[in-house]
């Protein structure tokens, strides 16, 4: 067992990962969640090829508590490079079982069997037996071994290929979603938020509203109020009418959010020394000092959260979420609730795609809470915009102070950078304090759990991306964790990555400007991993960097580049954007070199990559988060404008496939790039540079007036 992949090892028993039926059919389990990413295809692509068996023939049940192996929480852009890893010696181990058997029925050894399609052939021999007639005499409730290899790139077939995804019939045809979900007898939920963080409910109308048409039940739980009704217009209509009869306490304590980097540097902190270094070399004769500062930013999902749940007669609940960790969400309403988890199924359904920890862990939370007033009835409970928007973790507001120099020869010879923000990562289960919202408004008065980080060594969260990919002989990276936390935060795609990536790749833009050099061949001389190199140069190349002005004042046009090893580990990312500034920033076309080592699926990585920049665009031309000093007023689509269609850029892969290599995640590794290319792009066509995210029109004005 020990040469297992981690998840297997944890998992060891095969028949959780794989199922063999009799009508030609193979179940391939896997406890990594679809929200989008594509990577129920590229699992089922990857099993294919370890199980020689038709792509058709594989089916992908989505994750459950009784079924599926315990993979935790789906993040990180970790499923294909871990779950896939450990879904491929699973596979391999289950199709080395098959032959072995095959090979004592036959009186022969594996070396003469192959296989095509599941059915296994003797060589020189008209022998033939399939893995359907094989499957009674193989026992997959055994644990894996560890000791079979999958396959070498040279022997993929199916791995490699664009396929299309699997995903896509049903989310056209009304059949993927939990929002869609319709179970015999359900009711249709509301809650009943409070109107800021830290509001105690003081009284409400509760028997009027219970009377009110179709209305089956009001819950009270503390601060916890919520209607059942018949029809969902019904439960809408009585939870406004119970929103309007309530009365809270309430307090304005939130801090001034048009001034949030003097409020970090002001806070309490952690601090942390991530790198360091020091030699000697010669004096800088161009110092630069930058500050960078991103806001607050909501995962605004275009659909609200929603879950679905059932208390049964016999004390068992039933949960369907668009949640990314069913096993921890399982265990924390268990542990909330004070029963035993085996007495609670947890089942994955899809939902409007977000990236981070949303509120679909929260609404299941309150779905279950409203089921448990009425036994054996299934709950739909759905949020509404408004409650999406105020009460769902928030992406940390981060501020990075940047001071540097160069030499006269164009070399970095200082560097001295501090990050001040809060820690990124607060899910259900990783604290004793619960992590679901409904909790913090009970009786017993449970406090929110405090944030905390991934180890540095896998991905970390605000620490994310922070320690820069070049050579610097000179540097020291410090990283100052916020211990207040004046609104709810967790994590959003990418964690610290987007606002670290943002100013280190800035800052390296101001520093080559400093030198006299270009900001490519700038890059280029600080980098020494070849495959850095690489992803830099193919990008360039597509971009056509080296053939044109990278400015056109006149036209208030410009190029930018940015560039990162996503998490210091993953994947290798370059982008290119060009930037126009009319009324608003514009960003009509962007080129990507993205290198995930093997590639499973071209297509799929290419979705990934074009959606990384598009949501990427998004948060660095128009997202933040609103409030004044008492309640989040950013609460509809108005007060939290997104990237339209229209504005999304042109996007142009170049894909760098690495078959020897391990595969690695795509989407996540694009949004610190993407930020910066639009940043330093911002600045090659204006002739001055914006520091704050998001490049409002205020801001670029307010650049322009404070040239320097």
Known sequence: MQNLPYTLATNARLDRWVRIHDDGTVSVLTGRVEIGQGIVTAMAQMAADELDVALERVRMPAVDTTLSPDEGTTSGSRS???GGTALRHACAEVRDLLLQTAARKFGTTLESLTVEDGTIHVRGRDDTITY???????DLAQDARGDVQPKAAGALKIVGREIPRTDIPGKLFGAAFVHDLDL?????????????????????????VRALPGVTAVVREGSFLAVAAAREEQAIKAARALAGSARWSEHADLPDVDALPAFLTSQPTDDEVLSESSAKTAPPVHELASDYSRPYLAHASTGPSCALARWNADGTIEVWSHCQGPYPLRDEIGRILGIERSTIVVRHMQGAGCYGHNGADDAAFDAVIIARAVPGTPVRLQWMREDEFGWEPFGPTAFVRMRGGVDACGRIVDWQQDHYTNRHLCRPGRHPNPGLLAAWHFDQGHEPPPTIDPPLASGGGSQRNAIPGYVLANHRVVNHALRTMPVRISTLRALGAHINVFAIESFMDELAAAAGVDALEFRLRHLEDKRARA???????RAGWR????????????????????KGNGNYVACIAEVVVEQRVRVPRMWTAL?????????????????GIVQAASWTLKEQVRFDRTRITSRNWDEYP??????APQVECVLIDRPEETSLGAGEGMAGPTAAAIGNGLANALGVRV???????ERIVAAIENRR
């Open 691 to 697: 520091r704050d995210l998001p490049f409002t029109p």
């Open 132 to 138: 359907w007639q094989l499957a009674p005499e193989v």
């Open 595 to 611: 290198d995930c080592g093997r590639i499973v699926n071209p297509d799929g990585m290419r979705n990934q990559a074009e959606g």
């Open 184 to 208: 015999p007898g359900m009711l249709h939920a509301r809650v009943v938020r409070p109107p800021s963080y830290r509001a105690r409910l003081q009284a409400a109308d509760i028997e009027a």
């Open 80 to 82: 294909v490079e871990e």
């Open 535 to 541: 992803v830099v140069e193919a990008v360039a190349e």
């Open 547 to 566: 053939k044109r002005s990278h400015a056109d004042r006149d036209n208030a046009t410009g190029l930018g580049i940015g560039y990162a090893r996503y």
């Open 642 to 647: 997104i990237l339209t269609f229209a504005e």
